[in-house]
């Protein structure tokens, strides 16, 4: 079975919230062992040793990520009309992903090769929706978005 995004992403955010139980566990694997379980031991605790640089890096892409979270709760309702936010959902992860690109926090290389494609793809899915007339009919005659999106 394929591992979707948010599965990642609520395995990432349970580790940051066991960060200090996980790095305890792995900082005293070697504890009390000697010879080759020993060996073996230092050589698990060096590959799943995470530094603070890693850390910080696990929670800027939560924070990335966030919005991709809320986004598939806010389409995934049952019994609510999903089309209409369909725009301004997509408006809101453009605003997000281009001011992250902006931000100092989320300068690591591989972080922004990530952004850069996530505003490619969303920008190829953006031309797309704009293609369609159902999204924009839907958000303009619906009650409580009408006009507003488009001021």
Same mark, same amino acid.
């Given at each position: ?15 940051? &919230? ?8 792995v ?14 031991? @230092?050589?698990k605790?060096?590959? *799943?040793?995470?530094?603070? #640089? ?6 800027? !892409?939560?924070? @990335? ?5 809320e986004?598939?709760?806010? !389409?995934?309702?049952?019994? @609510?009309?999903? *089309?209409?936010? &369909?725009?301004? *959902?997509?408006?809101h ?10 931000? @100092? ?8 090769k ?9 920008? #190829?899915?953006?031309?797309? !929706? !704009?293609? #369609?007339?159902?999204? *924009? ?10 006009? #507003?999106?488009?001021?």
């Amino acid at each position: 079975m394929p591992i979707r995004w948010n599965t990642t992403l609520a395995e990432i955010e349970r580790g940051i &919230l066991l960060q200090n139980a996980i790095t305890f566990w792995v900082n005293t694997l070697p504890d009390g062992l000697r010879g080759k379980k020993r060996a073996a031991a @230092v050589r698990k605790q060096a590959k *799943l040793y995470i530094d603070p #640089k890693g850390w910080q890096f696990l929670e800027n !892409l939560v924070e @990335v990520l966030a919005p991709f979270k809320e986004f598939t709760s806010s !389409l995934s309702q049952k019994k @609510v009309p999903t *089309l209409p936010q &369909l725009l301004s *959902l997509y408006k809101h992860l453009e605003n997000h992903l281009s001011s992250c690109r902006l931000d @100092v926090r989320f300068s690591a290389p591989n972080l922004q090769k990530a952004l850069s494609m996530a505003l490619a793809k969303h920008d #190829k899915h953006m031309q797309i !929706l !704009l293609k #369609k007339k159902f999204p *924009l009919l839907a958000a303009v005659l619906h009650p409580s978005i009408r006009l #507003k999106y488009f001021e």
